[in-house]
DNA sequence: GGCTGGCACTCCACAACGACGAGTGCCAGT
DNA sequence: ACTGGCACTCGTCGTTGTGGAGTGCCAGCC
């Protein structure tokens, strides 16, 4: 049996006022706000079907209707467009992201600003090191065996390991050893970095082929294998605004599983440039179902460096967060485009 | 009204009950779970001579006692010792902490430690550029008129701004820059670098005049002025686990107050070694009375480059949670103290 | 004077109860 | 195919009552 399209607009009716007021949804409510043009027990076997059809459910008998997770997913998939934003958001998104310092300064406004235009948490990813270059390797000597390797990619953002170097090293010598790495790795992307790097060893002068490999082990462990992906976090308190999370049940699993930034990475960390919307039980996280995470790629032009994304309760406002986060992630790959 | 001995010993079995059950202790159980060697009725007469004192209070009529702020302060002062650290949590705070990469991973290592262990929400801030050194400032050029300055502490903490400059810079120029920069600012604390820096744009030559006023100006304005200092968060997901917040009241201003960095900094970073507890009141944040904070001081040897704490319900096991963050602030400092 | 046992009193927590009302499913009628 | 009517369900909310923990006070005891 497949659905007509008062039934599809009793639907959509039904999320709407549901996301907004919070509370189970009945037949009669829904012909008063809505220009439906049918009587409340019309609507009511419309509900009827779309409850054996599993978009909504009934909390108890005798209580109104509440959206499934199959319901949002047919609201989200055909039922609404994505809201225009607003001139007072696009001025807010500027306004925020102008005058940001470094990237870690653009991060730290982005995931800011996503939290409070959509009032939920949100999540943005460091530029991914896999999908980065090289822009320079400086190599800091901090004692006579010691070196500071400070790797410096395309995207602005700036890893240092410190490394014990096997004997002492002449000045002289780190700077012929920053000039050969350099001049291999400078403009390379990191995931090509392992056979220059093993290049780079084999190819060294015999006096320099001890603290080469030092070096060249630490690159190559924990820059490049052991590529080290960040997130960054903010709004956790609108968790808390809801009011649809219980303290004691379901709040607490979701920030737990939110200070792991591996579950983190492998939601937010988006490998494709396009809107993923995730609702409710297809989260792959345990602790996340009855969660519903709007996600992203960003970066300059087409190129993707990373995710961002919302975090909120499955009621929630689906075409203006994707509305939002889509705008800010395109502020971002211009800003990441500048520079 | 002096309080006695005996009396002292009630108060402290209160705060002990009452931080172990979590609820109102009456005068019958305080007797059967203390050797008091008193009947109740004793018991409750200087119940009453510490409720006029103002150490303790009834939620209500024919409820229990329970410890106000002043008797938690007066218990932190007078009534406990410091809980030795079982070898266990020992052991845990080295294996935590050994293997860190760089500071980063050292920071993210420590702040997760210290919410596990307390099982509370963590700060650490990162070591203070205030009170750091420079040990070495990189310029990475990004393309003709722009450069990356990257600045190294001594810390182990990196900083990077990016510099357009006036006009073309040949390479060369590029490097005598860094040379001069070095020459004047590597080992010097950030905090006399004003007026060396100021030198710098006096004595540098005419034709290297232009790009090194961009770089000084980004060099005061960003890296002493606006001295930017960072603090990292774990462990919010304890404060669900209490069960002292109510979702609606006070869960949400606390975890407002602590996505503000401003006022993270302003509680934990500590400028003395030694530890501090603010309890309830005491506390200058309005949204963060109700909880109470533990802070040190950390840094290598007896210097401070930073703080750290933890941040629970004033209900907390002071003792312990005292113990704990002053052995991982000393353990972090030795780790500190040998890069 | 300080401690104790006894006792009346207070007041919260909790369960039971009932009225209310929103909302439903179904059916007969148009 | 839609509508109005109607009986029914069930959660919400306010009321009421009971049980029990805990207190304050007092008279008596050491």
Redesign the interface.
């Known amino acids: 049996m497949s659905l007509d399209d008062r039934k599809l607009e009793v639907l959509r009716a039904i999320v709407q006022d549901y996301v907004s007021t919070q509370e189970p949804v009945g037949s009669k409510a829904l012909v008063e706000r809505h220009q439906l043009g049918v009587s409340p027990a019309t609507v009511r076997n419309d509900m009827a079907v779309l409850e054996d059809e599993g978009y909504i459910r009934q909390p108890h008998t005798s209580a109104g209707r509440v959206p499934t997770d199959r319901g949002y997913r047919l609201f989200v998939d055909k039922l609404s467009r994505v809201k225009p934003l607003s001139p007072a958001e696009r001025r807010a998104i500027e306004r925020f992201l102008v005058g940001a310092?470094?990237?870690d300064d653009v991060v730290h406004r982005t995931v800011r600003l996503l939290a409070q235009l959509t009032r939920q948490v949100a999540v943005v990813q460091y530029p991914s090191l896999t999908r980065s270059s090289v822009?320079?390797l400086?190599l800091?000597p901090?004692s006579t065996t010691r070196v500071?390797i400070?790797m410096?990619a395309d995207t602005?953002r700036?890893?240092?390991?410190?490394v014990d170097l096997p004997d002492q090293v002449p000045h002289d010598d780190v700077t012929e050893l920053r000039r050969l790495i350099n001049e291999k790795l400078a403009g390379r992307r990191l995931v090509d970095a392992p056979p220059l790097v093993q290049a780079l060893v084999e190819e060294v002068a015999p006096t320099l082929r001890a603290p080469m490999i030092a070096l060249a082990t630490v690159l190559l462990e924990?820059l490049v294998e052991r590529r080290e992906e960040r997130v960054m976090l903010?709004?956790?308190?609108n968790?808390?605004?809801t009011?649809v999370?219980?303290?004691?049940g379901s709040?607490?699993?979701i920030?737990?599983a939110?200070?792991e930034e591996v579950i983190l990475l492998k939601l937010f960390g988006a490998v494709e440039p396009s809107m993923r919307v995730r609702i409710g039980d297809e989260n792959e996280i345990e602790d996340l179902r009855g969660t519903s995470i709007v996600t992203t790629g960003y970066g300059p032009g087409a190129t993707v460096v990373g995710g961002m994304g919302v975090l909120g309760p499955t009621r929630m406002d689906y075409p203006g967060t994707i509305a939002t986060v889509r705008a800010v992630a395109r502020y971002v790959g211009d800003l990441l485009a500048q520079?």
Chains 1, 2 share one sequence.
């Open positions: 310092l470094d990237l822009r320079h400086e800091v901090v500071l400070v410096i602005g700036v890893e240092q390991r410190l924990t903010a709004g956790t308190a968790l808390a605004r009011g999370f219980d303290l004691q709040l607490r699993p920030l737990e939110l200070e520079s």
